[in-house]
């Protein structure tokens, strides 16, 4: 299965989708209980946060690839729509795997 | 435990106009509030507490109506909703909470409960106010003191003779009971007294009204407790033989004493009290003279409160004497305390 497939492809049933780091290649995989945030940061990455909950902006991160699931209150509906940026503190996805700028 | 669905003075509208564009930050019932002017002019009430990082939003500054925080910036509007921050998109920030303000009579009065419940009906009226026949003159404490020991003091005045020897005592009060109904939510105590000499402030009174301020008179306490703690009396001196409370103007000086009780804490209040008149409604001078000679009066009371207080705090056990003279407030507490029940009907009780 390509890379394009799965950012193509629904989420699957139990919830949980993948992370893809553009700039490492790197994939990473994010389960239902678990924030992309966190994801990035137990496999050792700095992620710039703050609040936690998708008011603030701080991790405002781009989408390469995929079509984010957005939850924060920071994007405007417009932006949310255009799904090119992510608030990965909160935020999920709602395609089986997310590419991200990072 | 204060009741909380229904209206308090918060403050007078003339303190609030006073601090130009400061914020008053203010605690009634335990809830910490601060009021300020919104961009229509109107008071607003809102939580004394910024959103961002927890600072004190009364120690901002009002700007074109919205309360600026003075730690960050934040700007926050009369519903408790940031309206601004510099550098911070506030779509997302929580609002806090709001109380519903009403102005009424030169006051600002806050209902410190369920907004859901703000009823405007609910105001109390008083023909004295915005009455060109009559004037009004007052002010405001501090007391460090729980609100009911305030009450307490009005609802019983047989401590004039000895808190107030100088203006207002005389020993004539202690000796002519006192009588206590109980009419639906009110309570009202009063006494009576015949052919006795005016005290000093009503001495003063009786010059400025034009009437010889030797000779005998009638005077009168009527106190009148209402929920949750606005107590009104009437208070006077009529020559004597004239009809007393009911006598023709021309025989009387007469007045109203208004205290408006607002909880703080369990152990503090805010009172403001003043003296409504309808004799020489015009005179702005003597308004200042009764206000003056008020207020000494009242700070005699203050000052007997909070030591009241300071020895029940280190005391809580021991239990205090309810007299004959102290029925009045005992039937003004047992208002209160029934209020308390139906707006908690859980039967959690402080």
Redesign the interface.
Known sequence: MSTSDLTQAPLADDGSFEVQLQKSGQTLQVSKDQSILKVLQDAGHDVPFSCSEGVCGTCLTRVVAGKPDHWDMYLTPEEQEKGDCIMVCCSRSQTARLVLDF | MFIKNTWYVACALTELNALGSQPLGRTICNERMVFFKGPDGQVAAVEDFCPHRGAPLSLGKVCEGKLVCGYHGLEMGCDGKTVHMPG??V???PAIKSFPVVERYGFVWVWPGDAAKADVAQMPSFAFFDNPEWAYGGGLYHVKADYRLMIDNLMDLTHETYVHANSIGQPEIDETPSQTSVEGDQVVLQRHMQGIQAPPFWQMAMSANGLDPQAKVDRWQICRFSPPSHIMIDVGVALAGKGGFDAAPEHKAYSVVVDFITPETETSHWYHWGMARQFKPADAALTDKIREGQGKIFNEDMEMLQLQQANITQWPDRKLLMLNIDAGGVQSRRIIDRLLAQENPTGITA
């Open positions: 911070q998109r779509r997302g920030f």
